[in-house]
């Protein structure tokens, strides 16, 4: 790989968090749209250097609802209903967030689905099987648009890309620390940047 490419491409890089053979990073190249950036990617070392990683997926969530979801986090919110659930063995997702890109903007950009579908995108938090372990699990594969714009999903349980990234309580709260320190700070030179 070409590292000037690589470091090109990682500048907007705030954090990564790996797990076994996949990692989530958090990403500031959509704050101008008012989006926080996950990028899910699973990799096989087996393949050759370039090549190993597979099943990408990219999250765009709402920074308000982004910053809502740190807040949890950090204050132990997210955390204590965790418990909650895991005492009481309730397996909903603690946090939801659906999305996508439809079949007319995929085709704008030149990227259409051989199928013609929209692209539909999901990503749940949930709890891990080991005691204080999470899951941060994203899903991608084809959708439709409904009446209200929105991209529901047509895969069922059997996602085209499918990514899991298990993190204890810590590195769930450096992911959101670092995002939303990163989101203020970015925030904060816009306002500079403005004339008085």
């Not at 990617?41 to 250097?49: E, F």
């Not at 749940?124 to 005691?131: C, D, F, H, N, R």
């Not at 204080?132 to 999903?153: H, M, N, R």
Request: proline residues 4%.
């Amino acid at each position: 790989m070409d590292n000037n490419n690589y470091e090109e491409r990682n500048k907007s890089q705030i954090i990564r968090q790996d797990a076994k053979n996949c990692f989530v990073e958090s990403r500031s190249d959509a704050f101008e749209i008012g989006k926080v950036h996950l990028e899910f990617a699973t990799y096989d070392m087996n393949k050759p250097a370039g090549q190993r990683q597979n099943n990408h997926i990219h999250i765009y969530i709402d920074v308000p609802e982004f910053l809502c979801l740190a807040q949890e986090a950090l204050c132990g919110m997210l955390h204590s209903r965790a418990r909650n659930q895991r005492a009481n063995n309730v397996k909903d997702a603690l946090y939801e967030s659906l999305g996508g890109t439809s079949a007319e903007k995929l085709s704008q950009y030149g990227r259409p689905r051989s199928d013609g579908k929209s692209l539909s995108r999901i990503f749940k938090i949930v709890l891990g099987s080991k005691e204080d372990c999470y899951l941060f699990v994203a899903d991608s594969g084809p959708g439709e648009t409904d009446s209200k714009g929105l991209i529901v999903p047509k895969f069922g349980n059997k996602p085209e890309n499918h990514v899991a990234v298990s993190m204890n309580w810590r590195a769930v709260n450096e992911i959101m620390m670092m995002t939303k320190v990163h989101y203020e700070a970015w925030l904060a030179a816009k306002y500079m940047a403005v004339p008085s």
